[in-house]
Nanobody
Framework: QVQLVESGGGLVQAGDSLRLSCAASGRFFSNYAMGWFRQAPGKEREFVVGISRSGGSTYYADSVKGRFTVSRDNAKKMVNLQMNSLKPEDTAVYYC?????????????????WGQGTQVTVSS
């Protein structure tokens, strides 16, 4: 089992950057593929990026490709999401999620553990 806590959200202007972090507790963090999802008001939760257990494989949603970068440090049990060139449409609550598989999934239902989320608001 793993517990997840996100941090780093905030209010920024369009074009700014933010770095989100997801701290995990529990055993065997390196057994979990991780994903970042986001949910804007009135919209369904959407996939942002996934990273494999080792960190060697990643996959980005088209909407964030080239602007967001995911990384993980298994020794520190951390997953980070560097978000650059933020746009107002990036405004959402961002969640990290874990699944005990080699690879990530783009489907929220495939993840077993979720953090509480962190709010990101991008003003125009």
């Amino acid at each position: 089992q793993v517990q997840l806590v996100e941090s780093g959200g905030g209010l920024v202007q369009a074009g700014d950057s933010l770095r989100l972090s997801c701290a995990a507790s529990g055993r065997f963090f390196s057994n979990y593929a991780m994903g970042w999802f986001r949910q804007a008001p009135g919209k369904e939760r959407e996939f942002v990026v996934g990273i494999s257990r080792s960190g060697g494989s990643t996959y980005y949603a088209d909407s964030v490709k080239g602007r967001f970068t995911v990384s993980r440090d298994n020794a520190k049990k951390m997953v980070n999401l560097q978000m650059n060139s933020l746009k107002p449409e990036d405004t959402a609550v961002y969640y990290c999620a874990a699944r005990e598989r080699l690879l990530y999934s783009g489907t929220a239902h495939d993840y077993d553990y979720w953090g509480q989320g962190t709010q990101v608001t991008v003003s125009s």
